[in-house]
Each structure stands twice: as C-alpha cells, then as structure tokens.
Nanobody, 120 residues
Framework: VQLQASGGGLVQAGGSLRLSCAASGSIFSIRRMAWYRQAPGKQRELVALITTDDNTNYAGSVKGRFTISSDNAKNTVYLQMDSLKPEDTAVYYC???????????????WGRGTQVTVSS
C-alpha cells in the first residue's frame, strides 16, 4: 500500500492550499483517512480525520479553517486549508487505516509528507 500526497507549498498568511493524498495498492478496504503534521522541534499531531461514513474530527487549532473530505471510490483524501497562519507551517503527512487483501486486520499506513510553509 502506498500513500502519495501532493499540494504542499509556500503561501502567505491568510492564503489557502489544498492537499491531496491517494492510496494505492492491494487495498481491500479503508476505515479512515487522516492528516497529521509535524513542525520542527515538535511532535507529530493529528490535524483532521475522516471515516468512510464521513464522520470528521479536527484539531482545535484548525477547526473552522481546514476542511477534510474524501472520495472513497478513488481512495483519496483532501485537506482544504484556508486562512493559513505561520503556525500552520509543518510537514503534513497522510495516514490511512487499511485492510489489505492479504491480511484480515486494519493497519496504519503513512505517506512521505508534503511541506507547507506559511510566511507572515
């Protein structure tokens, strides 16, 4: 299973970016997909998650500014980031709980990360 993220970049404060992450490989089903981020010198933190029945959860720091969505048919998750702040600067990682055809249980998979830099 591979998770390929894209859409990061450099943006001014107040601007917007949209991240995408597509899961591919021997996927039987996906239970949930999520975005995490890790800023320099800080621990990785959950930004937002979405389940296959469209339940969502957001970190308090991004609630009202970020929107997570998914296309289950394409095994793809999106993160629309609006009103970006310099403190949103981090490497953003895609995560998915995946059940493969080979194994009967769900396991977490991670993408390589995409850099988001917000200038003041």
């Amino acid at each position: 299973v591979q998770l390929q993220a894209s859409g990061g970049g450099l943006v001014q404060a107040g601007g917007s970016l949209r991240l995408s992450c597509a899961a591919s490989g021997s996927i039987f089903s996906i239970r949930r997909m999520a975005w995490y981020r890790q800023a320099p010198g800080k621990q990785r933190e959950l930004v937002a998650l979405i389940t296959t029945d469209d339940n969502t959860n957001y970190a308090g720091s991004v609630k009202g500014r970020f929107t997570i969505s998914s296309d289950n048919a394409k095994n793809t998750v999106y993160l629309q980031m609006d009103s970006l702040k310099p403190e949103d600067t981090a490497v953003y990682y895609c995560n998915a709980d995946v059940r493969t055809y080979r194994f009967g249980t769900f396991s977490p998979y991670w993408g390589r990360g995409t850099q988001v830099t917000v200038s003041s």
